[in-house]
């Protein structure tokens, strides 16, 4: 494992990118490590991928196996009926380093996967969420942070966005979401 102290969220991502990729799970990195791609640098405590299982992948319960068999702690919830993730593992080392995988998060493409970037995090390339997933997917969650995230991203990647694919993919989200990214791309993208 490359953690080999606390604090280093970005040395156990890789490590569990590592796993993922193994597995041939698809992934995106997404919360403070996209948002840092895409935006403004800022801190985050923990790692967070978005993870798509299919009947021609690994279950849940054989990908918690192979990250316990990797040296992980790991915990595994299951969302309710209503819950807009279905699942989340969450993986933590030795050194309180922690990533949490989410599963089936509701409105998200199923495309999302084929529209990462790939970025260079220290020795190991990983797929980033695009963009307008990241955006997306952000104004879903609708946190003080998770808006603050979409207001640096459209303040630095904004001229790059493909504005018809995100509003697209956030209305699959709700109209709450599109009408926040309509104000959003108003007060930060002006034309």
């Known amino acids: 494992m490359r953690a080999v102290a606390p604090g280093q969220i970005i040395q156990m991502m890789l490590d569990v990118v590592g796993v993922l990729e193994r597995t041939r799970v698809p992934y995106t990195v997404v919360g403070g490590l996209a948002a840092s791609y895409h935006g403004l640098e800022r801190s985050t405590k923990d790692a967070d991928a978005t993870v798509w299982l299919s009947p021609d992948s690994l279950t849940q319960e054989e990908l918690a196996r192979e990250f316990r068999s990797a040296g992980y702690q790991v915990e595994m919830r299951t969302g309710a009926p209503d819950d807009p993730i279905a699942a989340v593992l969450i993986l933590t080392d030795s050194f309180g ?3 949490d995988l989410l599963m089936g998060v509701q409105g998200m493409s199923f495309e999302a996967p084929a529209r990462a970037v790939t970025a260079r995090l220290l ?3 990983v797929r980033i969420m695009g963009a307008e997933d990241f955006i997306a997917m952000k104004l ?3 946190g003080f942070q998770d808006i603050e995230d979409v207001r640096n991203v459209l303040e630095v990647s ?3 966005l493909d504005i018809p694919l995100l509003k697209k993919l956030t209305r699959r989200y709700g109209a709450s979401e599109a009408r926040k990214l309509d ?3 108003k007060k930060h993208l002006p034309k």
């Open 123 to 125: 020795d190991r390339e």
């Open 140 to 142: 879903f969650s609708g």
């Open 158 to 160: 904004g001229d790059k």
């Open 97 to 99: 380093n922690r990533t």
């Open 183 to 185: 104000a959003l791309l």
